[in-house]
């Protein structure tokens, strides 16, 4: 069983539709979760970044933190075409400065 | 703000053969990462300096694999002997004192 689980999709959904991307994992000491975005043939970018459980809104994303069940959510609203992507989710023990343990990534299209 | 340089961008070599990449942080980022990633995979951490020193390699298979940041700001990557398991896209990450660490391009390398 890998450290993180993440469904690798793809997933297509019309333009202005609410995305919703998971992951689980297994190591219960993981404190710091982010989602991370790339775009083809370009490195990772992060998104958002949240500490231990609760919810993060930044814009039209909201993290959302489950500890109790080891399960994170990225949720996007209004979607938009630029939005496609292969979107990681990313775990670590200390910090967003350590090591990270990614998740295999979700492609996401969002179509015209 | 100029992010991180990496090159070069693709590479293709015969199995058996050496390889070199190399990095350029971001300005005044201490600490560097080097991430292999598979395709259809997410990021793995190979190696994390602080400045010049390494502070985390245990991912690193250092029978092929070597890395180097001798002044604490460029480094290279190195495999040799390549082996057909080693094609992957080779990210380059920097951080300054935050949680986030920043992306290069990467290098795509191919082993035939």
């Known amino acids: 069983q890998k450290e993180v689980e993440q469904d690798p999709g793809p997933l297509s959904v019309p333009e202005g539709a609410i995305v919703s991307l998971n992951c689980t994992y297994s190591?219960?000491?993981?404190?710091?979760f982010m989602w991370y975005r790339q775009y083809s043939r370009k490195g990772p970018e992060l998104l958002m970044y949240?500490?231990?459980?609760g919810n993060k809104e930044d814009g039209r994303f909201t993290a959302q933190v489950d500890k109790s069940s080891k399960y994170i959510s990225l949720f996007i609203r209004d979607s938009q075409p630029s939005d496609s992507a292969t979107y990681l989710c990313?775990?670590?023990?200390?910090?967003?400065?350590?090591?990270?343990?990614f998740g295999t990534g979700t492609q996401l299209k969002v179509e015209l | 703000e100029a992010g991180v340089a990496q090159s070069p961008r693709y590479k293709i070599i015969e199995k058996r053969q050496s390889v070199a990449f190399w990095c350029n942080p971001i300005?005044?980022?201490?600490?560097l990462y080097w991430y292999q990633q598979i395709l259809g995979q997410g990021p793995k951490l190979l190696i994390q300096?602080?400045?010049?020193?390494?502070?985390?390699d245990s991912q690193l298979p250092k029978d092929r694999f070597s890395a180097e940041r001798l002044k604490g700001v460029d480094s290279t990557l190195k495999i040799q002997p390549a082996k057909l398991e080693d094609s992957a896209v080779y990210l380059c990450?920097?951080?300054?004192?935050?949680?986030?660490?920043?992306f290069g391009p990467g290098t795509r390398l191919t082993v035939l």
């Open positions: 949240t500490y231990s459980s």
């Open positions: 300096f602080q400045n010049n020193g390494v502070v985390d």
């Open positions: 190591n219960s000491a993981f404190q710091y």
């Open positions: 990450a920097s951080k300054d004192a935050g949680n986030t660490q920043y």
């Open positions: 300005s005044g980022h201490a600490t």
């Open positions: 990313a775990m670590s023990l200390t910090g967003g400065g350590n090591k990270l343990t």
